[in-house]
């Protein structure tokens, strides 16, 4: 829960340069693996997979490419600023592609995913001008499932082996399960 304090804050975007890829490193892998959230939890992964979810070559690669954008959520009260999010939007022909979405453990449950994911349809409309969005989740997590559920999204009945490299899934059968939204004006 967010203290007073964070309540009295505002959430501002900006997009990623690279000056920001060891801090949102730092950032993915604790919202990914490492979060304070107990194992199982709905928020985190670290019950389900063991190994990095993004390193820093990575990120300084995608930085370098025009059809792909990291967007940063910043909270902050006008005179100090931190960053407590990121998503990561990729152009893939007629439609766009999520993913990397991570909100710093410590200051979940403000809104800044539902910022995030919003801002991202806004950006894959008007900059990339998608008509869809598409993702994946992980299988084993309802809760998140539920959760892209209620921000508009359906499953497509389609998944995908999960075999990112260097990642060790703790689980059988662990797969994708895939996404989509219509993104309209
Ligand atoms: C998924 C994630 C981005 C959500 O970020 P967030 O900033 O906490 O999200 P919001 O504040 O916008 O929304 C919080 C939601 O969590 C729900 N929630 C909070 N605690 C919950 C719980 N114990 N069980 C289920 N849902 C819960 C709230 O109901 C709320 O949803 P609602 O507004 O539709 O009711 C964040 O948990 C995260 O970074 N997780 C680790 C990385 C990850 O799994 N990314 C997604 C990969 S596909």
């Given at each position: 829960?967010?203290?007073?304090?964070?309540?009295?804050?505002v959430?501002t975007?900006?997009?990623?340069t690279?000056?920001?890829?060891?801090i949102?490193e730092?950032?993915?892998?604790y919202?990914?693996?490492?979060?304070?959230?107990?194992?199982k939890?709905?928020?985190?992964e670290?019950?389900l997979?063991?190994?990095?979810r993004i390193?820093?070559?990575?990120?300084?690669?995608?930085?370098?490419?025009?059809?792909?954008?990291i967007?940063?959520a910043?909270?902050?009260?006008?005179?100090?600023?931190?960053l407590?999010?990121?998503?990561h939007?990729?152009?893939?022909?007629?439609?766009?592609h999520?993913?990397?979405?991570a909100?710093?453990?410590?200051?979940?449950?403000?809104?800044?995913?539902?910022?995030?994911?919003?801002?991202?349809?806004?950006y894959?409309l008007?900059?990339?001008?998608?008509?869809?969005?598409?993702?994946e989740?992980?299988?084993?997590?309802p809760?998140?499932?539920?959760?892209y559920?209620?921000?508009?999204y359906e499953?497509?009945?389609?998944?995908?082996?999960?075999?990112p490299?260097?990642?060790?899934?703790?689980?059988?059968?662990?797969?994708f399960v895939?996404i989509?939204k219509?993104?309209a004006?």
């Open positions: 829960m967010a203290s007073a304090s964070e309540a009295q804050k959430l975007g900006r997009t990623a690279h000056d920001d890829v060891e949102v730092r950032l993915v892998q919202a990914f693996r490492g979060g304070k959230q107990s194992a939890s709905w928020t985190g670290e019950h997979v063991r190994g990095p390193t820093i070559e990575e990120l300084h690669k995608i930085l370098d490419l025009s059809d792909q954008v967007l940063l910043e909270l902050g009260d006008g005179i100090e600023s931190q407590v999010g990121c998503i939007v990729t152009q893939e022909g007629d439609h766009s999520i993913g990397m979405l909100v710093d453990p410590d200051v979940q449950s403000v809104g800044a995913g539902k910022f995030l994911m919003s801002w991202a349809e806004r894959a008007e900059q990339f001008e998608s008509k869809e969005m598409v993702g989740v992980v299988s084993g997590r809760e998140l499932m539920d959760w559920m209620r921000l508009g499953q497509t009945g389609e998944t995908a082996p999960f075999n490299p260097g990642v060790t899934p703790l689980v059988e059968g662990l797969h895939k989509r219509r993104l004006r």
